[in-house]
């Protein structure tokens, strides 16, 4: 499902204008709003349109594929996880480093860590649009029946708890598994993907082994959900929202999808904590040019536009969620209290202890890894390899990606 929205500064005997293509990433709800953002390009920039093009989750990496190959690709581009690395890592993003630079009260709005994220070789690539990241839900109801007065602290007292609050029908833990969302599990127990300098991988250590064999007969035994293994959105989050897990690894707007399927949600009833050891996976967008473009400030001027001010107030306000700006996420604060406190108590979590966000790694060819790597682990949790072989199996596939030249920053860890 795509659609487009056109904002046309021109009269009918006037020049044809020029046009700023920006692809979204599944935000067809956001038509009202990226209208007036158009209409603020459109006062700075007479003459031109701006044309949105959204794509689902699904579609949109093969949209995206298909223009850059036709010499087609969108000026302005919204991308979720590390899938921009790859694109970076080939030429086909502008690097925004002058213009941070150049604009310094506009990127003095923002978190430094979160700037950060977007930096390959050196080299800043993209505006954080939204920000979310993975936190510990729990069911207080489930809690208090089990005799549990706060969030486990260590992966110890996570997997106690999990034990405490699984029986019949219910499941002591979840967690969602995408886009490396799983990884704080791995960052508790003091296990890196890949060494300091991106060359090698780093995760067969006995620690891991020890890890996935808990997780593995923790599965079998019912204390955490197979779903967590299986499942990717809707199953998971179904789940939590039906009230029988006790606790769901998942970023925060999770609780968006639960409070709407869930009557029972409400601040009484979730609580929500940082994983144990404070670790935590950002699955942040952020808005980017592409190097293609023949309207390398017009598209500047349009992002700042979407990621400061008014534009990112009501952007905010839409998504129930944070954005990258930190001016932005006071005024939402103040709106939430009014509007939403338990929104309100979510925005509180999303911006601590962001030096121990995880899964966050320069590598341009996350993807490839990623697809390496979690079948395997998959494949042992569910029992059907041992966790040696699957540790194995996915070094072996892993190095073998990072021994190919390129993808890997010079200035990486």
């Given at each position: 499902m795509s659609f487009l929205v056109t904002i046309c500064a021109c009269s009918s005997d006037s020049a044809p204008p020029r046009t700023?293509?920006?692809?979204?990433?599944?935000?067809?709800?956001?038509?009202?709003?990226?209208?007036?953002w158009a209409k603020e390009f459109r006062r700075l920039h007479p003459g031109f349109d701006v044309q949105q093009i959204d794509r689902k989750g699904s579609n949109w990496a093969?949209?995206?594929?298909?223009?850059?190959i036709a010499g087609t690709a969108p000026d302005i581009i919204d991308t979720q996880g590390a899938i921009w690395l790859q694109y970076a890592s080939q030429g086909g993003l502008l690097d925004l480093s002058r213009y941070l630079e150049r604009d310094r009260d506009f990127t003095n709005q923002f978190y430094p860590e979160l700037i950060e994220s977007w930096r390959y070789g050196g080299k800043n690539y993209g505006v954080p649009l939204y920000f979310t990241k993975t936190l510990l839900f729990y069911n207080k109801q489930m809690f208090k029946e089990a005799g549990l007065t706060q969030p486990p602290r260590s992966f110890a007292e996570l997997m106690s708890h999990a034990r405490k609050l699984a029986g019949t029908g219910r499941y002591g833990f979840m967690t969602l598994n995408f886009d490396w969302l799983y990884w704080p599990l791995f960052a508790m127990n003091d296990i890196r993907l890949v060494t300091p300098d991106c060359k090698r991988a780093a995760f067969n250590t006995p620690a891991a082994r020890m890890l996935i064999e808990e997780l593995a007969a923790a599965t079998a035994e019912g204390i955490i959900s197979p779903t967590s293994w299986t499942g990717r959105w809707v199953e998971p989050n179904g789940m939590f929202a039906a009230g029988n897990v006790g606790m769901f690894n998942a970023h925060s707007t999770a609780l968006l999808w639960i409070m709407s399927n869930a009557q029972w949600v409400n601040e009484g009833s979730v609580g929500f904590a940082q994983m144990p050891g404070d670790w935590s996976v950002p699955n942040a967008h952020a808005l980017h040019i592409s190097a293609s473009t023949r309207y390398p400030e017009q598209a500047w001027d349009f992002i700042k536009i979407v990621t400061q001010g008014s534009g990112a107030l009501a952007f905010g306000k839409k998504l129930n969620s944070p954005t990258g700006n930190r001016v932005v996420n006071a005024q939402l604060r103040e709106y939430f209290a009014q509007t939403n406190p338990m929104?309100?108590?979510?925005?509180?979590t999303q911006f601590e202890y962001l030096d121990r966000m995880v899964a966050n790694w320069p590598l341009a060819r996350d993807t490839e890894i990623k697809h390496a790597f979690y079948p395997e682990i998959q494949s042992a949790i569910l029992g059907n390899k041992s966790a040696a072989d699957a540790l194995a199996s996915a070094e072996?596939?892993?190095?073998?990606?990072?021994s190919r030249p390129g993808g890997i920053p010079e200035d990486c860890g």
């Open positions: 700023l293509y920006v692809l979204t990433f599944n935000m067809p709800h956001m038509e009202a709003e990226f209208s007036l093969a949209y995206y594929h298909t223009q850059v929104v309100l108590d979510v925005l509180g072996r596939k892993v190095n073998h990606i990072l």
